[in-house]
DNA sequence: TTTTGAGTTGTTCGA
DNA sequence: GTCGAACAACTCAAA
């Protein structure tokens, strides 16, 4: 008779090393049952969109695989969660769950109800931390409250100390004894057929833990060096790329905190660049901090006078923002390279965010809808605080008066205009005194470079200084 | 309780 | 062309 398994529920904490569930149950000495559940209409309108669903395909695929290569294998199931493991319990025998904590609304809900399943069996359900560098009930100001800005928050963070060491992956994974059915991951249909837009995917990433760990190496011997200002390039390969990585788990923000810190004592590393990379983690870590203690976040203004804010929907204007033609090329460079490789680079995002909606008035929820199906690192917490702070009506958020010119952004960061010609090629023969506002280029400049503005390239959709104008009268009467 | 210092990422204007 | 101020007060966090 072979003893009973312990479930480990994976959800996003796609990963072997780090994983507190994975090793605690392996430390019980039982056999281990580890298994993934496609809830798709436990999320609500938050389900995973395309882009992320890709991810969470090829995701998966490498986890099973490394579990098999230490002996194990990943069971899928589909339903309910609570139904699915009460099913999984009832089959296996199973004498324990454990699993990750999420931070999102829904996820907590989610939890709950697997609880509240178990309530009055044997089974012993264990929760685990490890998506964050430290638990939201953990960061409090000293009057006991989550905190609303960011340096405080920054601040006390710092003050608990270096987050613990994170966790070997174990060597082998004991089976679960027992065989129990699997769904077949093709059967979820995760991926686009008809068609199949995921080739600028495919080019770009490589889901998975080991590629995570691989991309982490790779910036800290390359980029940190140099992050503070080279982050900021979106021609440059300056910024990290793991952030599809950390929102399926596949690397956990320990991990990352760890080896960066550890890389700069036995390298030349500046502590202003490390700093800066730190902080950075830190962020989204602010960002789950706000999400769990404020839930509304994705949906409502965190600062409520906002839904006084005399938007304006514009079905036409919205589309041309999400197709990349605007007529504003460092706008349209960065709104087509997020439809084509499922991410984009931060400076840009920044800009796009603040022309949807301090140029068109689109209400940030649009835009960070469409950001929620493009993009690969797709993630509730960061998604939504970034917008609403874009916005001005987050935590902290950019004063109202910051509205971002994307002229000067596209001079100033894009000065060669690598990236507005790689993304935005029908214009890539005009000079860089004018690309990044081909408007003002005399017509013959335009002519010699095979540009008729209004149809091989748009026009500006609205005039930047009028938008602009139009921008920061809504806020005045927002505020009357 | 009251006070005080501080607060990611920008733009424009005028001297 | 460079530089500082204005943009608007407000809220937060800590002393």
Same mark, same amino acid.
């Given at each position: 008779m072979s003893a009973k398994p312990i479930i480990v529920w994976f959800r996003? +904490? %796609?990963? %072997?090393? +780090?994983n507190r569930a994975l090793t605690a149950a392996i430390a019980t000495k039982a056999p281990v049952l580890p298994v993934f559940i496609h809830d798709p209409h436990a999320a609500g309108v938050w389900t995973p969109g395309s882009a992320s669903r890709w991810w969470l395909r090829h995701s998966l695929q490498a986890l099973d695989a490394a579990l098999e290569k230490r002996g194990s294998r990943l069971i899928f199931r589909h339903g309910s969660s609570e139904t699915a493991l009460r099913e999984l319990v009832d089959e296996s025998g199973a004498s324990g769950l454990y699993f990750s904590r999420s931070y999102e609304p829904w996820a907590r809900v989610q939890e709950e109800r697997v609880k509240a399943a178990f309530d009055g069996t044997t089974v012993d359900v264990k929760r685990f931390a490890g998506? &964050? %560098?430290? $638990?939201? $009930? +953990?960061?409090?100001?000293?009057?006991g409250e989550p905190y609303k800005v960011y340096t405080p928050f920054w601040r006390a963070l710092m003050a608990l100390g270096a987050p613990g060491a994170p966790l070997p992956a174990p060597k082998s994974v004991p089976g679960p004894g027992k065989t129990v059915a699997s769904d077949r991951l @093709? /059967?979820?249909?995760l991926l686009p057929t008809k068609p199949d837009w995921s080739g600028g995917l495919r080019d770009m990433w490589s889901p998975g833990e080991e590629s995570a760990h691989a991309r982490l190496a790779t910036f800290l011997k390359g980029s940190l060096g140099g992050?503070? +200002?080279?982050?900021? &390039?979106?021609?440059? $390969?300056?910024?990290?790329? &793991?952030s599809p990585h950390l929102h399926f788990g596949e690397i956990s923000p320990r991990q990352c905190w760890q080896l960066a810190v550890t890389g700069r004592k036995s390298a030349t590393q500046s502590d202003a660049a490390l700093e800066t990379f730190l902080k950075e983690l830190v962020w989204r870590e602010f960002s789950y901090h706000l999400l769990f203690h404020w839930p509304t976040l994705p949906d409502e203004p965190f600062r409520p006078e906002f839904s006084a804010f005399p938007w304006e929907a514009d079905e036409d204007k919205l589309k041309a923002w999400q197709r990349g033609r605007t007529g504003y090329p460092i706008v349209d460079a960065g709104m087509r390279q997020l439809w084509h490789t499922g991410w984009m680079h931060n400076r840009v995002r920044m800009v796009v965010a603040s022309f949807l909606v301090k140029h068109l008035l689109i209400p940030w929820q649009a835009g960070a809808a469409w950001f929620w199906d493009t993009l690969? /690192? @797709?993630d509730l917490a960061s998604n939504s605080a970034s917008w609403q702070w874009v916005a001005g009506s987050g935590a902290d958020a950019a004063p109202y008066f910051r509205i971002f010119n994307p002229i000067t952004q596209g001079e100033k960061f894009d000065t060669e205009a690598a990236y507005v010609r790689r993304w935005v090629p029908e214009i890539a023969q005009l000079p860089d005194t004018v690309i990044h506002a081909p408007w003002t280029a005399p017509k013959a400049v335009l002519d010699k470079a095979g540009i008729t503005l209004g149809k091989t390239y748009p026009l500006p959709i609205v005039d930047h200084a009028a938008a602009r104008q139009r921008a920061l009268d809504g806020y005045a009467a927002m505020r009357a």
């Open positions: 996003n +904490d %796609l990963r %072997l090393a +780090d998506a &964050l %560098l430290r $638990e939201p $009930e +953990d960061v409090r100001t000293k009057a @093709a /059967d979820w249909a992050y503070a +200002d080279q982050r900021n &390039l979106p021609s440059v $390969e300056g910024t990290s790329r &793991l690969v /690192d @797709a």
